[in-house]
């Protein structure tokens, strides 16, 4: 009885440790509720693509996947062009995706290869990995663009004529994906009508009278995360699927019972990278500027912190996990500044936590699946025994 | 069972392991709707049998195998597991291949799930259709129904108790249309009594319905009650091959363990002169009513009381035995049934619990440090493991454990600063080099450059400088020539008479454990199934290993009929 409570409280101390913080911070920082639900759905929708694609690779039993900045890297190598070629809106997205896909594909086929040969320790692995291939891509995007690889555009190029600028301007395609279908939910005038918002006109999806501004939906961006969420529904039930649950279980019985485990694993995280792709795409235009040696730096730790504060484990992940991961983390990343503020008079604070707690949250879940793994271990012994013997 | 073509012919079979020879001249048939029962002690080549007719990479690797096997009269030849299935072979393993998240339903169908037809899987392949879960359950329902059980599909497997387990794993292979021949290893092992009945009758059902079924299991009773015909292995020798109703369990036994007649004359005046009390205090609760009280005045060196250890692989479920000051003691076994388990728990390397009583004084489990503290030595059957530092010098290596846990070989104030005293470790090597006749080039070669023999010679050097009340040794004779054999053994042996040592022996060779001990135990699935002097003859000792626990001792008519 006791050990099934202190289950419980294992299992779910991260996303109730974050409940309590922000329902302290939350009144601490003076925030209105349309400025705070404002925010948290530019986040849902800027970040939960990254993170829904983590989702796969736990399934077939590898870990988070740090990998996934491989393919935020293919996604901004696939942004870098359109930008030269000047390709706005949509089609400049669908083209960067294009161009993404194949270099993603690539790098998780590659990275599914090495984890292959380190089974086990996939997760330190593909993080150092990402170490690795960062180094190519810089020497890719700081030496051979301008000089090999065409790009001509000299918004993009350094001033000594060859690789790419530090900070490049995503105008052509902020917010294009957010934007596309303009909603918003006011407070002011009734449902069902067009509201002019920043010259143009935007559909009145809902009106709360208790709200006391308007809340902008980013509804395209949420329908294309509504159609990946079907899209991992569906996957789960496909034999793919089904073999991916059992090569996350046991890759001795999956292997037994002839279940290409290598192949299977590779295509999961060749799955995974293609989709961090487009997520940071996704990311990248609700962003607007392109941090080219950093962007994609801390897309896979602050989505594995998202991840696992949404009450995920190293071996278990759910679609709901994900957006209970991404609200609680953002939420608290948007009222700690100010309450810290508020309260001690510094605003770093908020920085501060942000970086702390990412890590922390990280560490702590890895410390806990080896403790668990262990009482796992101890307990399958325990049971070959019988029940025989006391404790 | 027509007499025409047989399911399965065997002809000469034989397989060397890189000039080691495992197996040699096995022939027979197998007939449709047939139980064949196979019966052998570890190493008796049941599992390098079972590899060539799964077609096990190990052997293919290693050179093939000797021989030829039909199938419906046609010569096949397997590389690989896939191709066996093929031909409708199907092996239940004797560790569960289940996966404990999946239900029963899904762990049957693994692999062969039944698929909805999807538009995408001409685009990609198979895989990418969904599940057709009802006509799963369906399927796998009907697969638990022939067994004659009744287990629900949406149960997941962590959640069953182990012998659902079995069931789901046999249920696995009967769903596989084809299967027509089923090897099943040891499935009783892990079965309760009344579990082990109901895989029986449905095993029997099944064979009724043509299936072949070998069935390998060390539990005689099971093995006569549930099988046509019988073949005993024996050193890689098929020792017989005749129906089960000719063979008395007893018969049995004895062409396991063999050997009847070979040197049984070799210690037993050790045995005499040592006052051993034989079987007085024996067993594990049961029987054994004490034969003779006139040396009442020993006092028991080591006392164990309900062990149990979990040591995976090695399980000791609850072992209860005394160990007599002076006295050798032998373990023996089949692998995988706890005996292992025993001096590893003792020593606190897996965790245990029970009680051990050490010269009437409790001593504190799953503490390394505190058995040794107690003036107890191991000799590790993990000998490059465990019982070694491979890179390190012999002097090393033979001073450790008393440097460590009895200060000895060092100089200097204890506490503040102590350094290692180099001169003394060499000199006692040295004096160990010698007594033992260790080949190596000096207290300073390093241990990993031994041979196997001589690493245990070390091993045993390293115990003896701790200078134990009692030793226990894991395995002395495992991987090492027979020359060593007998020195290694012989070395133990003086040691026992040189200081009245207390020695408990754990050995797969029951042969060894009766030409050195006084008394050897007999565990079977974590208990003791009895403790015998070692002047028995060995078909008790095999009797013992087969699970026939309830009538040992000299009373040899009982056997006869204990079916």
Redesign the interface.
Known sequence: MIRKLFDIIANNAVPAVFILISAFAIPLSGYSASYLIQELLTRIGRNSFLILSLLIPIMAGMGLNFGMVLGAMAGQIGLLFICDWGIVGIPGMVLACLIGTPIAVVLGIFCGHVLNRAKGREMVTSYILGFFINGVYQMVVLYLMGWIIPITNPALLLSRGYGVRNAVSLLSIRGILDNLIPTVITGTQGAGQFLNVQGGNAFILLQMPFLDGTIRIPLATLIVIGLFCVFIVWFRRTKLGQDMRAIGQSQAVADSAGIPVNRTRIIAIVISTVLACYGQIIYLQNMGTLNTYNSHDQAGMFSIAALLIGGASVSRASIANVFAGVILFHLMFIVAPVAGKNLIGDAQIGEYFRVFVSYGVIAIALVLHAWRRNREREAARRSLRGNRGGE | MSENTPLIRLDHIGKEFYGNRVLSDISFDINAGEIIGLVGENGAGKSTLLNILFGMPVISSTGGHEGSIYIDGKYVNFTS??QA?AYGIGMVHQEF??????TAT?NIL??R?V?NGSSMSYVFS??????NREAMNERASAAIHTLGVNINPDMAVSEMP?GYKQFIEIAREIDRKNTRLLFLDEPTAVLAESEAEILIAALKKLARSGIAIVFISHRLSEVKELCHRILVLRDGRLITDRNAEELTMRQIASFMVGRESERREVPQEAVQQEEAPDETQTLDGTSAPSVKKKKKKIRPALKVE?L?V?M?GE????VSFEVMKGEIFGIGGLAGHGKLGIPNGIMGLY?S??KVRLFGKTLTLNKPRAALGRKMAFVSEDRRGVGLLLDEPLDWNITFTAMQTQGRFLLGIPYIFQIRNEYAMRKEAQKYIDRLSIKCTGPQQHAGELSGGNQQKVCLAKAFVLRPDILLICEPTRGIDIGAKTLVLDTIREYNKEHGTTIIITSSELEELRSVCNRVAIVDS?RIAGILPASSPAEDFGMLMTGQAANNNEDEEEVKESA
């Open positions: 597991p896939n299935l291949s289940l996966i404990p998240g999946f899904e693994l692999n799930e698929l198979d895989r990418v259709s969904t599940l182990v309900h149990w979990d995976p399980t000791v479920r609850d965790p619990g029970g974590g």
